[in-house]
Structure formats: structure tokens, C-alpha cells
């Protein structure tokens, strides 16, 4: 039997013991279902050789060939990962279209005894829908953007306001990346990752009630905003954090330990800012990271980069604006900060 997929949150009330992708790995690595498991039926380059058979020999040869590679893949699978299912064991399994892949495999479960479910239209309808969330939807919850200079601890005070009432969607977080040229976390999902984890968090929201998102350019790494998420954060009131560039500088150099632990790393990333200053200054960036002078480099890329481009940002834009301003960004001044911050965001409503 074959399920179909209304909305993004209906796999939450299926309740399948496991979602199964039966694509190639580099499908799988690409963008699959929440919670799903990569079984593959056909590898990369099985599934390449397949693809050429079925272009220049024919669609019989190619099926042919497939059947047995499928065959030969799925028995991998039971003598391996599913060894140990026992006969209650619900899965659901999908490939690109809910085509051949998925149903050989699914055939061959059912005949164990299993009963095995197949996703109508496979990831290509699940994709569907998290496009329409993203792309063809406007943010139904109003949105409030948390703004702030660099360094002003938006992130974490950010992360502090669910526990405070206050709904979120973590940009960052989805997109795994701090934001700034200085904020790469390691490999970024993919686009399509990125937008299917986003969409899943514009799902869970409450449409009554506030959701704050940080402020951010309409990329976050290399990973690009959707329009209708960028159009509601660029028309959304704003609460900003306002905090004096000692503190900013201290909490940025508690932040980013892992960069300043990394002295080829640092040098780099601060190597990438020479077309957009002086040789001179970029030099003295340089003298300053290879001393361990954390605290006056922060203050000179604040200074002469990102608070710069921040005031430049925030001149373009003419939404209702809430400062709150605090002297003190330590990890026991967080809390407060943040409560002071989801006050404020619950008054706009």
C-alpha cells in the first residue's frame, strides 16, 4: 500500500519503526526524510551503469539488469541491518518516485511478512511539499527578528528564549554556521537539506504566536534564505541587543575558541578580508592573530568591518525598532539578558 503525504507533519502520525531510502548514496547524502536510514538498493555506480543500459540499449535491458543488482542489494540488507527485525517490524520505504526501487524492495519485504508501506511519489512528493512550505507560503507566525551588532550574543541569547515561552527558528543552527566569515561549523547540509530542516521548523510553529529569528544576510554560510522567510524577516519589527565593544569583544573571543585555537585558521579566514581593506590594516590583523592578541583584533574587525555594514544594513530598513541594552555579556549575565529580551519580543504582540 502506498501512503500519501498531505503535509510535512504527517509522518510524525504514521509511526513506521523505520523510514527506509533505498536511493543511492548520494541521493541519501543530498536531502532524504526525517529520521530515515539509507538502504540502498542500487549504488552510485550501479545506478549510473543502469541509467547509460537504459539510454543506449534498452528499457528491457536496463530493467533486467536492475532486477538483479536490486535483488542482490536487498539481500545485503536482510542478512545485515535488518537481521534482527522481528516479525512486527513497520516499515515504510521510498526511493526518487515511489517507482521500481522502492517497490522491488518493499515486494520482497511483504513476502517475508513484514508489512512494509511505500511513499506515493517517493522523495520527489516529499520535496514537493517543503518546496510549497518555503517557497509558495507565506510565514503565517509574525515574525520579530533579534538584531545586534557582532558579538552580541543573539545566537545564544536566541537558543535561551524557548525555555522563556518564546517560539524560535534557529537559522544558524539548521544552516550549521555561525553567519560570519569567521562562523564555518564544518560541512554545511545541502541546500535542499537546509530547507527541508527549515521547513519542518515553520511547521511546528504555533501561528498565534511570535516566532523569533535572528538577524542575518540571505545567506547564512553558503546556504540561501527562501524568499517568503527573507521577505518576513526584512519586514519584521526588530529587538536588538545594544552592547559596549569591550563587552562584545570578550564574549566573540569566548565564542570563537575554536578559531583562535587554530592559528592557520584564523590567519586564513582574516587572508579572505584583504579585498575589502587597506594591505596595512589587514597586516596589522594578521600581527595581531599570530600574537594572541584576541581582544584588539575582535575590536578591529568590529570596527572597521562588521559594525559598519551592520549600521549600513539596519539604514535600509524602517520597521518598528526595540533596543535593549545591557552592559554585561558573561555567562551569568545571559540569563537576564534574555529574559529582558523575551519581554520584549511578547510585548509586540
Known amino acids: 500500500m502506498a501512503i500519501t503525504l498531505t503535509s510535512l507533519t504527517d509522518l510524525a502520525t504514521l509511526r513506521f519503526d523505520d523510514i527506509i531510502d533505498v536511493r543511492a548514496p548520494a541521493e541519501f547524502a543530498e536531502d532524504h526524510l526525517p529520521g530515515a536510514i539509507s538502504l540502498p538498493v542500487l549504488s552510485d555506480e550501479e545506478r549510473a551503469r543502469v541509467g547509460t543500459v537504459y539510454k543506449q540499449v534498452s528499457p528491457f535491458t536496463a530493467r533486467k539488469m536492475g532486477a538483479a543488482l536490486v535483488a542482490r542489494n536487498a539481500a545485503l540488507h536482510l542478512e545485515g541491518a535488518l537481521a534482527d527485525k522481528t516479525g512486527g517490524w513497520r516499515p515504510m520505504v521510498y526511493c526518487w518516485r515511489g517507482g521500481q526501487r522502492s517497490g522491488s524492495f518493499a515486494t520482497i519485504l511483504s513476502q517475508i511478512g513484514w508489512r512494509v508501506e511505500t511513499l506515493a511519489g517517493?522523495?520527489?512528493?516529499?520535496?514537493?511539499?517543503?518546496?510549497?512550505?518555503?517557497?509558495?507560503?507565506?510565514?503565517?507566525?509574525?515574525?520579530v527578528v533579534l538584531d545586534g551588532n557582532t558579538g552580541s550574543a543573539k545566537t545564544e541569547v536566541l537558543n535561551m528564549l524557548p525555555a522563556r515561552g518564546v517560539q524560535v527558528i534557529d537559522l544558524e543552527g539548521l544552516a550549521r554556521h555561525r553567519g560570519s566569515l569567521f562562523g564555518s561549523l564544518g560541512a554545511q547540509p545541502s541546500q535542499k537539506a537546509f530547507e527541508a530542516a527549515l521547513a519542518m521548523a515553520i511547521a511546528a510553529l504555533d501561528p498565534t504566536r511570535p516566532v523569533v529569528i535572528e538577524a542575518e544576510s540571505s545567506k547564512v554560510g553558503e546556504r540561501r534564505l527562501p524568499p517568503e522567510i527573507?521577505?518576513?524577516?526584512?519586514?519584521?519589527?526588530?529587538?536588538?541587543?545594544?552592547?559596549?565593544?569591550?563587552?562584545?569583544?570578550?564574549?566573540?573571543?569566548?565564542?570563537?575558541?575554536?578559531?583562535?585555537?587554530?592559528?592557520?585558521?584564523?590567519?586564513?579566514?582574516?587572508?579572505?578580508?584583504?579585498?575589502?581593506?587597506?594591505?596595512?590594516?589587514?597586516?596589522?590583523?594578521?600581527?595581531?592573530?599570530?600574537?594572541?592578541?584576541?581582544?584588539?583584533?575582535?575590536?578591529?574587525?568590529?570596527?572597521?568591518?562588521?559594525?559598519?555594514?551592520?549600521?549600513?544594513?539596519?539604514?535600509?530598513?524602517?520597521?518598528?525598532?526595540?533596543?535593549?541594552?545591557?552592559?554585561d555579556l558573561s555567562e551569568t549575565a545571559l540569563p537576564g539578558l534574555a529574559d529582558r529580551v523575551a519581554a520584549a519580543v511578547l510585548a509586540l504582540r
Open 230 to 327: 527573507w521577505k518576513a524577516m526584512v519586514a519584521a519589527p526588530r529587538v536588538a541587543i545594544a552592547a559596549p565593544v569591550a563587552a562584545r569583544a570578550a564574549y566573540l573571543t569566548r565564542a570563537y575558541a575554536d578559531m583562535t585555537a587554530d592559528p592557520a585558521r584564523l590567519a586564513a579566514t582574516v587572508e579572505l578580508l584583504r579585498p575589502l581593506h587597506p594591505a596595512e590594516v589587514i597586516e596589522s590583523w594578521q600581527a595581531m592573530a599570530a600574537a594572541g592578541d584576541f581582544v584588539p583584533l575582535t575590536v578591529g574587525l568590529m570596527a572597521r568591518h562588521y559594525d559598519p555594514r551592520y549600521t549600513k544594513h539596519r539604514d535600509r530598513v524602517a520597521v518598528p525598532f526595540t533596543e535593549v541594552v545591557v552592559d
Open 122 to 143: 517517493g522523495y520527489k512528493s516529499w520535496r514537493g511539499l517543503v518546496v510549497k512550505a518555503v517557497y509558495d507560503t507565506p510565514m503565517t507566525a509574525p515574525v
